[in-house]
Every structure is written in C-alpha cells, then in structure tokens.
C-alpha cells in the first residue's frame, strides 16, 4: 500500500543538552503546520579517488549528514493572555528568548549568546524523521487578506529514519484557535516614523546564519551571525508626509510599530525602535494606485532590541 503524503506528524520539544533527543510527545509538544518540506539527507560525499587499472565510476562516502525542514505555522497567540503558544519553542530554537510575565504578556526578543536547540520529529505515513540539535531561521509575514504566518526552517543533525508508529498529536487547541486575517480591523495599528501607512504586505526576515560545524570531537548546528531585514509593500503618500528618499539619504532609523489582533490573549505586537530605511530602488502601481516596495534594517539600539513580539 503507497504511503501517504498528507498523513503526517510533527513535535518539537526544547533539549535540555544540545544534540540530546528530547524526546517530544503527541500529547504535549505537536505543532499544527503547514506547506512541510523536508530534506532527508543533506551533506557532502567524498569520492575515494582510488588509481585502478579499468575505468568507472567509484565508491562515495557520505559525511557531514544533517536534515532540513522547513513548514509554516500561523502566527496566532495562545488565546490565553501569559500563555505561551505552541510556536513558542520553534522561536527559541532560532536564536530567540521567551519571556513569560504571568497573566501579562508573553514576549520575544532576538539573543547573542545561550541559543537554545530544538528536537524536532516528523513522520510521514510510518515513517518518523528525527533532527537533533536543530536550530533555524524564521521570517514573519503579516498580508493584506491573508493569514499571517512564521515561515520557518530547520537544520538539525541527521538521525537514520526508522519506521514507528505516528502518535496521536494533540492539536485541538491550536485547531479551535482560528487565526484573523490581515484586514483594517484585524489590524489596528501599522505606523513607520509615527505615520499610520496602509499595508499590502510585511515581512520580518530573522536573517539567521544557520551554519553545520562537523569536527573531530564535537559536531554541531550554529547561529554564527543575525541580519534582519524588513520588506513592505505601502500605498505612496505625499513626501511631506513621510520621505523615504530622505530617510534613506540620511541614513535615518525610525520607529516602527504592527499590531494584530483585537482581542485579548489574541494579540500580537511587533515593536521595531530603530528600523533604518534603505534605498528606495523601484515605485509599484497597483489598481492605478502609486505604492512604495520599501526596504527597513532592524537596528539594535542598546543590544538584542532590534524588535521585540509581544503577546497579549
């Protein structure tokens, strides 16, 4: 009987010891995701080159085995105000802190130093997929009619695939928790240098250097480096309202603030204190209405705040 490709399950679960399976459960650590994408086997073979006295292919050996995956979950809050979403732990597993304020907030933050690591399975029909010591990058999207998503991807060390049973996962709550798309009502608030500006499309890019460091003693998946970038789509307003060309040309970092949603426990606000604007490289027109493709660099302004994501 063929295995089937919608039939799939994945948990992650925070490693107490890098590259020490976590062992995650259906019953506390699924995650409800979407467009998955694995890649099952990447690494480097070496060829061994060996001098015979016929002609032909040659034997390979495979080193540096690690594992991708890539998904997407959307970007709704727990629905409980101080709890944290099942998201939470993929965000730590990309260089990010999770802070807890009890009945207040759960917020986010870019870190320097102590990167968390992520255990990660997956299973495709009976087959389970394991990454160990996985850390990643993400890029948050919030668009005009559409579900706002975290798009994330994965690197982790490789683990042979055996075939186990799927658990059952239990994803009722982040089921019933219904996202809200992108709309005037949804969301409230999206400013830049304190001018309310009408959005067609935002993305946060973490910018993660996701890189595998296998040596003799210690094999590993870093974060060596972060730049985040933002890309918006905006409809134009008079230059006397707000100058890009400006702001590019003097290098100018402005404030810049989004927020989704409207009811409590269901909130999500982004907070960038120092977004630099770039050049302004092109003009879009769109329904014969002038927009502005603009491009932002998240500054950090005393460390670790380029932007923060707060839930409420």
Not at 57 to 72: D, G, M, N, V, Y
Not at 77 to 101: D, K
Not at 207 to 228: H, M, P, W
Not at 237 to 257: G, M, N, R, Y
């Amino acid at each position: 009987m063929p295995l089937k490709w919608k039939s799939k399950v994945l948990l992650a679960k925070i490693e107490a010891e890098y590259g020490t399976d976590a062992t995650p459960t259906g019953a506390d650590n699924a995650i409800l995701a979407t467009e998955v994408r694995l890649t099952p086997m990447e690494g480097q073979d070496v060829n061994r080159n060996l001098e015979l006295p016929w002609l032909g292919a040659q034997a390979s050996i495979p080193t540096e085995l690690h594992a991708k995956l890539a998904f997407r979950v959307e970007m709704t809050p727990s629905g409980t105000v101080g709890t944290a979403p099942a998201w939470g732990v993929l965000l730590r597993g990309c260089a990010i802190a999770e802070v807890i304020t009890a009945a207040t907030s759960v917020a986010y933050n870019p870190v320097t130093n102590g990167h968390e690591s992520v255990t990660l399975y997956l299973w495709i029909a009976g087959t389970q997929y394991r990454l160990r010591g996985a850390r990643g990058t993400c890029t948050l999207r919030v668009n005009a009619q559409g579900i706002p998503y975290l798009e994330f991807e994965f690197t982790g060390l490789w683990s042979k695939p055996t075939e186990v049973v799927q658990p059952t996962p239990a994803l009722a709550a982040q089921l019933a928790n219904k996202p809200r798309v992108g709309t005037t009502a949804n969301t409230p608030v999206y400013t830049y240098n304190a001018v309310p500006l009408v959005m067609r499309s935002f993305a946060l890019n973490f910018g993660n250097a996701v890189e595998t460091r296998f040596l003799i003693g210690s094999e590993s998946i870093l974060i060596t480096d972060k730049a985040e970038t933002i890309e918006t789509t905006v409809e134009a307003v008079p230059l006397t309202t707000l100058d890009p060309f400006a702001l590019a040309e003097s290098q100018t970092a402005a404030a810049l603030a989004l927020t989704h949603g409207i009811v409590a426990g269901r909130i999500a606000s982004l907070a960038v204190p120092a977004a630099q604007m770039q050049r302004l490289q092109s003009l879009e027109n769109q329904q014969n209405i002038k927009e502005w493709p603009l491009r932002m660099v998240p500054l950090p302004v005393t460390g670790n705040d380029q932007w923060t994501l707060t839930l409420t």
